[in-house]
Nanobody, 122 residues
Framework: VQLQASGGGLVQAGGSLRLSCVVHGSILSINYMEWYRQVPGKERELVATSHSGGVTGYADFVKGRFTISRDDDKRVVYLQMTGLEPEDAAEYYC?????????????????WGRGTQVTVSS
């Protein structure tokens, strides 16, 4: 199972970006799809989470500005970011967990995508 993230870039403060992450593989089901971010010298932190049951959650520092959504048919999770601030600059990573392989013997996966860099100029 591989995750491919895209959509990062350079944006001015107050601007918007939409990140995408596609899950590749013989996927049977996806439970959690999440976005994290990390800046050099700091731990990776959870930004937003989406459960297959429709529940979403956000870190306090992005509430009201970021929106996570998913398309399970396309196996894609999005992160719509608005009102970007210089403090939001980071490498953004997607994470997903679920099951793949043969339905008679499904295997669990917990996979990370490569990061996509978000830079916010003041």
């Amino acid at each position: 199972v591989q995750l491919q993230a895209s959509g990062g870039g350079l944006v001015q403060a107050g601007g918007s970006l939409r990140l995408s992450c596609v899950v590749h593989g013989s996927i049977l089901s996806i439970n959690y799809m999440e976005w994290y971010r990390q800046v050099p010298g700091k731990e990776r932190e959870l930004v937003a989470t989406s459960h297959s049951g429709g529940v979403t959650g956000y870190a306090d520092f992005v509430k009201g500005r970021f929106t996570i959504s998913r398309d399970d048919d396309k196996r894609v999770v999005y992160l719509q970011m608005t009102g970007l601030e210089p403090e939001d600059a980071a490498e953004y990573y997607c994470f997903a967990n679920g099951y793949y392989g043969d339905r008679r013997e499904p295997r669990e996966f917990r996979s990370w995508g490569r990061g996509t860099q978000v830079t916010v100029s003041s």
